[in-house]
């Protein structure tokens, strides 16, 4: 039947598809032209078109964001190691000065028992 319809015997006559075999849906050949030449217009974005658009735009800021925290958590990691060495640095020095003290209260302790 669609080929009779195609061929131009009857042009008005609705196409038969699938299901519609069964007359459940006829679509008429002047639709079934229209809704392919709207298919094929690539100048008219469709809702899928828009939203796949949308969700490319939200995907490139996302792997965006993904590489801005990366980069600053990097750089957290690297400010974090330096001030742990410098906290280690900081208190060897402190032990250095402790016993430094603790050394001079001691010989100020001696030098007061022999005086």
């Given at each position: 039947m669609v080929g009779r319809a195609m061929a131009g015997r009857n042009r008005r006559r609705p196409l038969r598809c699938g299901a519609a075999d069964r007359g459940f849906l006829r679509?008429?050949?002047v639709a079934v032209h229209l809704y392919s030449l709207r298919m094929a217009d690539e100048h008219?974005?469709?809702t899928l078109d828009v939203e796949?658009?949308?969700l490319e735009k939200r995907l490139e800021e996302l792997v965006a964001?993904?590489?801005r925290l990366k980069d600053e958590n990097?750089?957290?990691?690297q400010r974090q190691d330096s001030l742990v060495a410098e906290k280690t640095?900081?208190?060897n020095r402190n032990e250095q000065v402790r016993a430094r003290v603790e050394a001079m209260?001691?010989?100020l302790r001696a030098m007061?028992?022999?005086a």
């Open positions: 679509i008429a050949p008219a974005p469709t796949l658009k949308r964001t993904v590489h990097r750089a957290l990691r640095s900081i208190m209260i001691g010989r007061e028992r022999s």
